[in-house]
Nanobody, 115 residues
Framework: QVHLVESGGGLVQPGGSLRLSCAAS????????MAWYRQAPGKERELVAL???????NYADSVKGRFTITRDNAKNTVYLQMNSLKPEDAAVYYC?????????WGQGTQVTVSS
């Protein structure tokens, strides 16, 4: 069982920055890949960024160069640094992992980008 808790969402102006955090309650955090997804109203949930256990990262084309995913294995936490935010980045952001063939999601954190 893995429990994921996101934090760090909020309201930001276009061009601003936010850092999301996801704390994971698992003893195997350093061995699992972690990801951030987002879902905007009326749209499907989409993968934003992924970080493998070795630190390799992948990003959606729409966020490359603006978002950075990192992990701190000592704190069992994954982060998403979001810079140069655009209105189209507004969504609920979810932390995700899959371990032992089981999907785990956080409760989500709202990101609003508006002037």
């Amino acid at each position: 069982q893995v429990h994921l808790v996101e934090s760090g969402g909020g309201l930001v102006q276009p061009g601003g920055s936010l850092r999301l955090s996801c704390a994971a309650s698992t003893s195997i955090f350093s061995s699992i890949a972690m990801a951030w997804y987002r879902q905007a109203p009326g749209k499907e949930r989409e993968l934003v960024a992924l970080i493998m256990r070795g630190g390799t990262t992948n990003y959606a084309d729409s966020v490359k160069g603006r978002f950075t995913i990192t992990r701190d294995n000592a704190k069992n936490t994954v982060y998403l640094q979001m810079n140069s935010l655009k209105p189209e980045d507004a969504a609920v952001y979810y932390c995700y992992t899959n371990t032992y063939r089981q999907d785990y999601w956080g409760q989500g954190t709202q990101v609003t980008v508006s002037s």
